[in-house]
């Protein structure tokens, strides 16, 4: 499944200034490994043991995945996954 | 206190003082950091805070700028008033009321957005912008009108009609979303990458958060230097509610006050309340609602920011965060307004029946100082009022006024 991945500035600086990248995977979890294969650097930044960090949102096709199943959310192919800090807002 | 850098709240890394908020090492929040001074002359200290303006920029020197700020509308420094009618009515011994309504643009958003549009122009911004659940947009509009910068301001579309006419009018770029305030939110992120503007709650989140902490050094200010014994205050981001302990807890630091951080008590509305369920339920992170629904619109926060540590602080200072129905919010609203004068909007509803919840619940000692934190006026959000009361129309005659109206026993 090819998978558009949007990364955000903040994160630009460990994928050579890419501000999208395609990859495969069947599950979010599966896109960030494969994003994290060609971007090694990217893989400390936002996860902590395996888990996302608490302050990292990803959204597919627009929705947070926790409202979804997380790591474990399904994408197919076309299906666009967003990289966003959490922290952000007041009101 | 010196302005020092941008520091991580997570993992400590600093960064210069720009427009930035987020770390790019593990994606924590960014915070201003200060020098901690030595020996400070706390008498020295007073009296020169004490000649400064009425305003918030008599605390400049807690503020991160690096020049003496200038602006137009007069922020802050708005009444606390003692509101004893309010504590018998609850059973409670000391409450006071910090007035918020009374900022240029009737809500504290003015405190955050004065201190982001100040360090906005000292960065160089041409452009100012935000993501608003009303009071912030209106905010935004009026201080960039009057520092004569061009604004855009982003609100969900379904906003209360009164705070959409009341930020358009200062003609502001004003761009309503179908969609959330999350969602709102989530495009501002997304935009604040793509355009050189300084969106005030995004990118110069870290300076707008500092505003929040005028609240308590006016609050200690106006009790006599001294603290309260508890705060209760409204949480949407969980922004207002933590940099109020920060205010205080930097002024113990230096001796200004002294005593220990408050209770803090926080409030949400029952239709979004992501950090109530969190605490109640032993949470340390908050799990989004998707679809707020509840008459405090300015509270409906599905995914708030800074709730970890709104968590955090009122598990450290033995307060609580509660959550209270819209029925409750119409009856806080309505006891305000009886017993004090004041008309909040829907937040200082939720903040006032959670003080309510509390004083029944029997967790307020009867010889506690509680200050509750009122952040908008009830202007901005009318209809809660319809229904509520009963209007006596009669024909212009004292026949009529005497059949219809019942008359006061005293009289």
Not at chain 1, 11 to 27: F, I, K, Q, S, Y
Request: hydrophobic share 40%; charged share 25%.
């Amino acid at each position: 499944m090819a998978v558009l991945v949007k990364i955000p500035t903040q994160l630009r600086a460990v994928t050579d200034g890419e501000a999208e990248a395609e990859v495969d995977g069947g599950t979010v979890g599966e896109v960030l490994d494969s994003l994290f294969d060609r971007f090694g650097d990217l893989r400390e930044r936002i996860c902590d043991d395996g888990d996302l960090r608490r302050f990292v949102n990803v959204y597919v096709g627009g929705e947070d995945i926790r409202f979804l199943s997380g790591l474990e959310t399904e994408v197919s192919d076309g299906d666009e996954v967003t990289i966003l800090p959490a922290v952000a807002g007041g009101r | 206190m010196a302005v020092d850098a941008l520091k991580c709240k997570e993992c400590s890394t600093e960064y210069p003082l720009d427009a930035r908020y987020v770390c790019e090492r593990c994606f924590g929040p960014l915070e201003v950091a200060y020098t901690r001074e030595q020996d400070v002359d706390v008498d020295g200290l007073r009296r020169r805070i004490q000649a400064g303006p009425h305003t918030i920029w008599r605390y400049a020197d807690f503020l991160p700028l690096s020049s003496p700020p200038r602006s137009a509308l007069p922020t802050g420094f708005t009444p606390l008033a003692r509101a004893d009618r309010l504590a018998e009515r609850l059973g409670l011994g000391e409450v006071w009321v910090k007035n918020d309504t009374a900022n240029p643009t009737h809500s504290f958003k003015d405190r955050v957005v004065s201190v982001a549009l100040a360090r906005a122009q000292e960065l160089g911004f041409e452009v100012v912008a935000c993501a608003s659940t009303g009071n912030l947009a209106g905010a935004v509009a009026a201080h960039s009108a009057a520092a004569g910068l061009e604004s855009y301001v982003f609100i969900p579309a379904d906003l209360e009609e009164q705070k959409i006419l009341g930020t358009g009018v200062y003609g502001t770029n004003l761009v309503a979303v179908r969609g959330s305030y999350d969602e709102v939110n989530r495009l501002c992120t997304e935009l604040a990458g793509e355009h050189d503007w300084a969106f005030v709650n995004v990118n110069l989140r870290p300076y707008y958060a500092e505003g929040s902490k005028t609240i308590a050094f006016e609050t200690a200010e106006q009790l006599g230097w001294e603290l309260p014994d508890r705060v209760v205050c409204p949480v949407a981001s969980g922004s207002l509610f933590t940099k109020i302990a920060r205010g205080f807890e930097e002024w113990i630091d230096l001796g200004l006050l002294n005593g220990s951080v408050p209770t803090f008590n926080g409030a949400q509305a029952a239709g979004c309340s992501p950090v109530a369920s969190a605490f109640a339920e032993g949470h340390e992170i908050c799990r989004p609602v998707r679809n707020p629904d509840t008459i405090a619109k300015s509270l409906a926060i599905g995914n708030p920011a800074d709730g970890p540590y709104a968590l955090e602080l009122a598990r450290r200072t033995g307060g609580g965060i509660d959550a209270v129905t819209d029925d409750d919010i119409r009856d806080g609203v309505r006891l305000l307004a009886e017993t004090t004068g004041i008309f909040t909007e829907t937040a200082g509803g939720v903040t006032t029946a959670v003080l309510a919840k509390l004083a029944e619940r029997g967790d307020i000692g009867a010889d506690e100082r509680v200050v509750i934190v009122i952040t908008g006026d009830g202007l901005k959000t009318l209809d809660v009022a319809r229904g509520t009361f009963e209007t006596h129309e009669i024909e212009p005659s004292l026949e009529a006024f005497e059949a219809a109206v019942p008359t006061a026993v005293s009289a």
